[in-house]
T-cell receptor, first 114, second 110 residues
Framework: DTAVSQTPKYLVTQMGNDKSIKCEQN?????MYWYKQDSKKFLKIMFS???????INETVPNRFSPKSPDKAHLNLHINSLELGDSAVYFC?????????????FGSGTRLTVV | DQQVKQNSPSLSVQEGRISILNCDYT??????FLWYKKYPAEGPTFLIS?????DKNEDGRFTVFLNKSAKHLSLHIVPSQPGDSAVYFC?????????FGTGTSLTVIP
């Protein structure tokens, strides 16, 4: 029973394409996130949603658009993919009191843009 | 601009010995610190945390120490086991922001 599941696990696509990564959590958490781990292994937050409402929107290109149809889902759409978008993208969720319990992460989506 | 730094990218330890993973941070306003463990092809999993009002928190074989004056925290694993081989991230939190270090890859040699 996967707590935070994201699909697909691997995604290889050509430059200029549009792609989506889906994320679902069955933990009943209120808040969901997208993180990007770059080639230097640095985990950096991209977006955060609380009860379907955007609360963090870091400086990412507007080609990246999160969509939260309900509090259990947070999808990431990427338009006009570029080589520099290649990275591992992690979805995560947390209860409202995230400081004390941290995040539960998905297993990641490795995006390769060729 | 890294708020949290793990200066050792890798560490090897013999089984049964102590593993010590280190982390430094820049902002004295950070009030909560966490350690995550990550296996290949999996997401990070929460391991242990510590509040800034404490200097030590223990959970089984895992102990986290916090030195606020030095802006330094460390994770001790005693005794180390081969299953502990993973990448360990330290993280901290303030407001809506969560900051992660770049990780230390621990290898426990049987």
């Amino acid at each position: 029973d996967t707590a935070v599941s994201q699909t697909p696990k691997y995604l290889v696509t050509q430059m200029g394409n549009d792609k989506s990564i889906k994320c679902e959590q069955n933990l009943g958490h209120d808040t969901m996130y997208w993180y990007k781990q770059d080639s230097k292994k640095f985990l950096k937050i991209m977006f955060s949603y609380n009860n379907k409402e955007l609360i963090i929107n870091e400086t990412v290109p507007n080609r990246f658009s999160p969509k939260s149809p309900d509090k259990a889902h947070l999808n990431l759409h990427i338009n006009s993919l570029e080589l520099g978008d290649s990275a591992v993208y992690f979805c995560a969720s947390s209860p409202w009191d995230r400081k004390y319990y941290g995040y539960t992460f998905g297993s990641g989506t490795r995006l390769t843009v060729v | 601009d890294q708020q949290v730094k793990q200066n050792s990218p890798s560490l090897s330890v013999q089984e049964g010995r102590i593993s010590i993973l280190n982390c430094d941070y820049t902002n004295s306003m950070f009030d909560y610190f966490l350690w995550y463990k990550k296996y290949p092809a999996e997401g990070p999993t929460f391991l242990i945390s510590i509040s800034s009002i404490k200097d030590k928190n223990e959970d089984g074989r895992f102990t986290v120490f916090l030195n606020k004056s030095a802006k330094h925290l460390s994770l001790h694993i005693v005794p180390s086991q081969p299953g502990d081989s993973a990448v360990y991230f330290c993280a901290t939190h303030t407001g809506n922001q969560f900051y992660f270090g770049t990780g230390t890859s621990l290898t426990v040699i049987p």
